[in-house]
């Protein structure tokens, strides 16, 4: 049983991460779409990709909140940025996410580990997989040439600046005493 059926409270916690999730994933793309790149940190890229990594850390939320169901909205999110953002970025969003999602979810079920450790452990599995489908899909990089690409180092680089971040923030929130709940 998903963890939003147990109560009223957690319903309504579950939406709001869920809305929220969508929110930021739409957020990011259009920032990436309508911004267009500049010298950020030496290298020519849109600024929107420093976003990038709130939206890897909200997906883990919404996976913790909302289990499997985070898959539509997942779906949900890249059919709105191909509908509303544009057509390239909505499919490089969308399979980006789909691949990134997959291994998160992986990472979630497998592990049974803490909401912390999964975070970790999930960025840092499934953020080289989405940045080389993203950059690549939006033709940002040369994908015979990946490794010595600063924009995907960048990329990389932020989204686990992002979910260090989010796992320092947690272990500090709990002492080893509390434990976070897997789901």
């Given at each position: 049983m998903l963890p939003i059926y147990r109560s009223p409270n957690l319903i309504i916690k579950g939406s709001a991460v869920g809305v929220l999730y969508v929110v930021v994933a739409l957020l990011v793309n259009k920032t990436i779409s309508w911004w267009p790149p500049q010298r950020v940190l030496g290298l020519e890229m849109p600024p929107g990709l420093l976003l990038v990594g709130a939206l890897f850390v909200m997906r883990d939320y919404a996976q913790q909140a909302l289990g499997s169901l985070v898959v539509l909205l997942t779906l949900f999110a890249a059919a709105l940025t191909y509908l509303l953002i544009g057509?390239?970025?909505?499919i490089a969003s969308g399979l980006a996410f789909a691949v990134s999602e997959?291994?998160?979810?992986?990472?979630?079920?497998?592990?049974?580990r803490g909401l912390r450790d999964r975070i970790l452990i999930s960025s840092f599995i499934?953020?080289?997989?989405?940045?080389?489908?993203f950059l690549g899909y939006m033709n940002w990089m040369d994908w015979r040439h990946f490794w010595s690409q600063e924009i995907f180092w960048?990329?990389?680089?932020?989204?686990?600046?992002a979910s260090i971040a989010m796992w320092i923030w947690l272990t500090n929130r709990f002492n080893n005493t509390t434990a976070i709940p897997a789901e």
């Open positions: 057509k390239q970025i909505g997959t291994i998160d979810w992986a990472v979630f079920k497998i592990t049974k499934a953020i080289p997989f989405d940045g080389l489908i960048v990329h990389y680089g932020l989204k686990m600046v």
